[in-house]
């Protein structure tokens, strides 16, 4: 089946600097994106989302960006503080009639001060 | 608030016993979910409920049993578990409006350890 895959497993980043996570997806049809944080023994915690008809979304901090062209997906954290060290999953939804997400493999973020 | 309670938070059973996993929220959505997630590993579904029906059983075995008594409420029962089936498990929350931005909101998770 089709899924969401993300480039590179693990992440070192100097706090003050900016992070860029990435995810490859395959499904040309997916309509819908989101950008989960999940730190140790906790659940995943929702960051921002962003629509097929988009290309750019900004939030706190956050900004992730679509490419359709090539299917990619990113996530940019600037000025990385240490509170940012956790795993990170990318999520498409595949269908708009559909409850199903699926997810990367998740890429963990280490920020070192 | 976006805010969806598990309890508990750890559960130690053996396997011939029988508990139960609880999740409550109560942002009036209409669409609760099941997961499973091993450590370092994203979260695999398990069971959606939508509007307090059963409508996605990922074959998950009948050892595992869902029920959404209402439209707040998801409950796990467990049963004759095997060693396993130990994982993190989660409930997560959604409006569950078809053709919405269907973002699902987790909860903290129940550690389940079985011996």
């Known amino acids: 089946g089709e899924s969401v895959g993300l480039h590179l497993p693990t992440l070192s980043v100097q706090e003050g600097d900016n992070s860029i996570i990435n995810c490859a997806y395959s499904n040309s049809a997916s309509d819908y994106f989101i950008w989960y944080k999940q730190e140790s023994g906790k659940g995943p915690q929702f960051i921002i989302d962003?629509?097929?008809?988009?290309d750019k979304r900004q939030g706190q901090r956050v900004t992730v960006l679509l490419n359709k062209t090539v299917k990619h997906l990113s996530l940019q954290i600037a000025a990385t503080q240490p509170g940012d060290s956790a795993v990170y999953f990318c999520a498409e939804r595949g269908d708009s009639n559909d409850y199903k997400l699926s997810f990367g493999a998740g890429t963990t973020v280490t920020v070192r001060a | 608030d976006t805010e969806v309670t598990q309890t508990p938070k750890h559960l130690v059973m053996g396997m011939t016993n029988k508990k139960s996993l609880k999740c409550e929220q109560h942002m009036g959505h209409r669409a609760m979910y099941w997961y499973k997630q091993k450590a370092k590993k994203p979260p695999e579904l398990m069971f959606v409920?939508?509007?307090?029906?059963?409508?996605i059983n990922e074959s998950v075995p009948s050892r595992f049993s869902p029920e959404c008594p209402n439209s707040s409420l998801l409950n796990l029962h467990l049963h004759a578990l095997q060693p396993e089936d130990s994982a993190l498990y989660l409930c997560a929350s959604s409006q569950g409006f078809a053709g919405g931005q269907e973002t699902q909101y987790f909860g903290p998770g129940t550690r389940l350890l079985v011996l």
């Open positions: 962003i629509r097929s008809n988009m």
């Open positions: 409920y939508s509007y307090e029906k059963l409508s």
